[in-house]
């Protein structure tokens, strides 16, 4: 099974934030696949599927972000999956523009508390993930506050076809071919 991660604050007030764009395309995952992510269970919200032929569960912990790893570990452990091939975890990247994707097989946690807290737990930085561009934080803005914050109408619609791209990412994944996704979506997306 193929364990998937969207990582995201629980709670109304952070809906639609830039720190919670893991669990919008978890969220665009469920809608294409009919997959229902209700089960609450692992400190998540958890919901089994198939895609691309592969058998997966979509999770969105609640654990509030920077505890990401809690709820991924719980998941881990009871499943018993392989973290360096059946594990991929979504999730904003300030470094990247605004629908941009980049998918990587490993790396440092950039930053990231959640991924930072995702690496204490499962004891490996070595897991797939696809990052999804936010925008660049403005000068003179608290990083905090920023992620926080809700995109621009503009913007929001270049985060949808960001979303399409990181779901079509991840039917790539799941059927092993990380290589093929990351050369088909880390090109970067020239602005006219």
């Given at each position: 099974?193929?364990?998937?991660?969207?990582?995201?604050?629980?709670?109304?007030?952070?809906?639609?934030?830039?720190?919670?764009?893991?669990?919008?395309?978890?969220?665009?995952?469920?809608?294409?696949?009919?997959?229902?992510?209700?089960?609450r269970k692992h400190r998540a919200f958890c919901g089994k599927g198939i895609i691309a032929g592969q058998k997966v569960l979509l999770?969105?912990?609640?654990?509030?972000?920077?505890?990401?790893?809690e709820s991924v570990r719980s998941v881990l452990d009871f499943y018993k999956v392989d973290v360096e091939t059946e594990l991929l975890v979504i999730f904003d990247d300030v470094?990247?523009?605004?629908?941009q994707l980049?998918?990587?097989k490993k790396g440092s946690a950039g930053g990231h508390n959640g991924i930072k807290n995702i690496i204490?737990?499962?004891?490996?930085?070595?897991f797939q993930r696809i990052k999804v561009g936010v925008g660049e934080k403005p000068k003179n803005y608290d990083l905090a506050d920023y992620v926080l914050g809700h995109f621009s109408k503009a913007e929001k619609e270049?985060?949808?076809?960001?979303?399409?791209?990181?779901?079509?990412?991840v039917e790539f994944i799941v059927q092993g071919e990380v290589d093929a996704a990351m050369n088909e979506f880390n090109k970067k997306i020239v602005k006219e």
């Open positions: 099974m193929f364990v998937i991660v969207g990582l995201g604050n629980p709670t109304a007030e952070y809906a639609g934030t830039r720190h919670n764009v893991g669990f919008d395309v978890i969220d665009a995952i469920a809608e294409k696949y009919n997959i229902s992510v209700t089960e999770v969105k912990p609640q654990t509030y972000m920077n505890l990401s790893g470094s990247l523009d605004v629908g980049r998918i990587r204490q737990h499962v004891g490996t930085n070595v270049e985060m949808e076809e960001g979303y399409k791209k990181a779901v079509n990412a």
